[in-house]
């Protein structure tokens, strides 16, 4: 069976647009506190290196005061404690986001694995010898669940990329928009060449299917005692 042809389209943008708004209502109705405080967490760490930048110019800036004046001033102590801050705060931030990221990860985990059981108790045992119906399985079993909580990890890194690509934005178009649209025009053609070329092994591995079924199948005889027991 040929890979699918990669393809870019309006229609695959919707569908992942859907599919991010019915992971977030779930994660949303569940686990509302984590996904809150992950939120908070990524727009921290994406702000923190800004500040640490913005502080380190000021304190450039106060140390070249301080040597023409010959005097320490209070805000260039109060700017080598926010340096500080701001140098410290993401390191803890980032075991706080571990942390929570984890806990989504393994509910996640936990309740699509449960769903996917329930789903395949529920469907007739015609069904389950069908071909087809099993490739899908096969797919699903080896990637539905992890595909769940990858896709909704990876949403609030796309939520702090995005973030800090905006901040990032605002402030070189403030210096100078012509830097902005000359690393705007660099930047959007390896993003599109990334979205309509990036899932094409992803469609190489899943027209595999019934080959790694059968893999999965011929291990499980030379692992599990009584079928080892009956190739003796």
Not at 108 to 135: M, R
Not at 144 to 171: M, P, S, W
């Amino acid at each position: 069976m040929p890979a699918e042809k990669p393809t870019f389209s309006l229609i695959l943008f919707k569908e992942l647009l859907r599919n991010t708004r019915r992971l977030a209502g779930i994660v949303w109705a569940d686990k509302k506190r984590v996904a809150v405080l992950l939120v908070i967490v990524f727009v921290v760490a994406s702000s923190a290196p800004f500040l640490r930048s913005g502080s380190r110019a000021l304190i450039i800036n106060e140390l070249i005061d301080s040597a023409q004046t010959r005097a320490v001033s209070a805000s260039l102590a109060f700017t080598i404690v926010f340096w500080i801050l701001a140098a410290f705060v993401p390191s803890v931030f980032s075991r706080v986001q571990t942390y929570l990221s984890r806990r989504l990860w393994l509910y996640l985990g936990e309740k699509f694995e449960l769903d996917l059981l329930s789903a395949k108790g529920a469907i007739d045992v015609v069904v389950h010898e069908n071909p087809k119906h099993n490739d899908l399985f096969t797919k699903v079993t080896e990637n539905g669940v992890f595909r769940v909580q990858n896709f909704v990890d990876r949403g609030f890194f796309l939520f702090q990329n995005v973030f800090e690509v905006v901040v990032a934005a605002v402030i070189i178009a403030a210096f100078d928009w012509r830097v902005f649209v000359l690393i705007f025009a660099g930047t959007v053609p390896e993003l599109i060449t990334e979205a309509k070329h990036g899932h094409r092994v992803w469609g190489i591995f899943n027209a595999r299917a019934e080959i790694r079924r059968k893999f999965w199948s011929f291990q499980r005889h030379f692992n599990w005692l009584p079928w080892l027991i009956e190739l003796k």
